[in-house]
C-alpha cells in the first residue's frame, strides 16, 4: 500500500483493491492499522466488501502475531476456496520487511497469488530527503536498529549508504553508535514519511545526551557518499 500517502498507491494495487469483495489486514488489538488507514479514501467508495482484521500485539513476542496470522490465513483460505478473491493490504512492499510474508508462508502453495510490489519505506524516506540512496557501485546496508550497535557500527563503516529501520526504542543506541564514528552530520532521522506528521531531523542538530525513543515508523539514513559521484 506504500508509506502513508494514498496517491502512492500503484495503479494496480488501486484496481486488485477495488474488485475484491474481501480485504484483510494486520491491526492492532483496537483500532484498524496503518494498511488499512491508507486505504481508507479508496474503500469509501460505497461499495459493501467483507473486512478480515488480523488482530494483534505488536510486541517482540511472536506468539500473539502468530495466531493472529493463523487465523487471518484460515479465514482468507475460507473465501478463497468459495471463490471469493482476497486482497492483503500491507503497508510499503509486501516483501520488504512486510506483514504479507505471513500469509504468503501460509497460503501459497494452496492458492494462486498475485504480489503486487509497493513503494517501499526507503524509497519514500530518500525521496522526502532529496539525497540518492545509491549510485554507481555504491555499497548500501540495510540493518533493523534491534541488532546489536556492533553490528549496526561495522554496516556504517562499510557502507555509503545505510537505512537504520525500526528505530522505535532502539534511538539512544544508534545515536552513540554515530557519536563514536562522528557521523551524526551525515546521518538524517525521517519520521512518517509521506504520511501526516512526516518530521525529518539532522541528527547533527539533536541532543545526543538525552535518552529518549522514537516512532516506530521511522529511520535513520546514514550517507558516507558524500558529493562522490555526482559533479
Ligand atoms: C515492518 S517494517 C515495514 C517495511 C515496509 N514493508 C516497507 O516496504 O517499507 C517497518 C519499518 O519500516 C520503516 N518505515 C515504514 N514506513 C515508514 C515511513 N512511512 N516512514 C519512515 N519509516 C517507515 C520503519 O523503519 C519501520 O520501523
Redesign the pocket.
Known sequence: MG??DAELLTLKAMRVLRAAPVVAYPAPLKGSGLARQIVESVLSDGLYRIEIAMRMRFNLDRTSAQTAYDRGAAAIATHLAAGRDVAVL?????L????FAYILARLGDRFPVEIVP?V???A??SAVLQQPFALLNDRVVIIPASRPAAEIEDALVKAESTAI????RHWDKVVRVLDRLDLRRQAWH??????TG?QVRSLATVEATVERSST????ILVYRRGERWLR
Open positions: 508509506p502513508g500491507c503497508e510499503g512492499d509486501p520488504f520487511f512486510g506483514s509497493g517501499n519505506s526507503i519514500a524516506c529501520l525500526k528505530v522505535g525521517i519520521e512518517r514519511a509521506s504520511q512526516q516506530y515508523f521511522s529511520m
